[in-house]
């Protein structure tokens, strides 16, 4: 079983941006679709974006589109998330989280079987 530590959320100004990672341990991330998720307080945990093993196909919300960009490297199973532009409502918990393959990338938080602690990124106006 693969463990999941995300790191690099904080507090950054409206236009800023952050870079986060997610840490894997225990097995290859090869194997599974990596996403990002966020939950701001009072809210159900929302899809980000989401990237197939091989980093060939990657969706987004339309809410981070142009703004966020998802990576991963597989030799170092790590799964990034490059937040430029950020905005006061992008302020959440973070949370990466793995999919085996089903025959699908899925965006449904339910999909996604292991997820990491998560990281606060807080935007201020």
């Known amino acids: 079983q693969v463990q999941l530590v995300e790191s690099g959320g904080g507090l950054v100004q409206a236009g800023g941006s952050l870079r986060l990672s997610c840490a894997a341990s225990?097995?290859?991330?090869?194997?599974?679709?990596m996403g990002w998720f966020r939950q701001a307080p009072g809210k159900e945990r929302e899809f980000v974006t989401t990237i197939s093993g091989g980093g060939g196909r990657i969706y987004y919300a339309d809410s981070v589109k142009g703004r966020f960009t998802i990576s991963r490297d597989n030799a170092r199973n790590t799964v990034y998330l490059q937040m430029n532009s950020l905005k006061p409502n992008d302020t959440a918990v973070y949370y990466c989280a793995a999919d085996s393959w089903r025959g699908f990338i899925s965006t449904s938080p339910a999909d996604y079987a292991i997820w990491g602690q998560g990281t606060q990124v807080t935007v201020s106006a």
């Open positions: 225990g097995r290859t991330i090869s194997v599974y679709t």
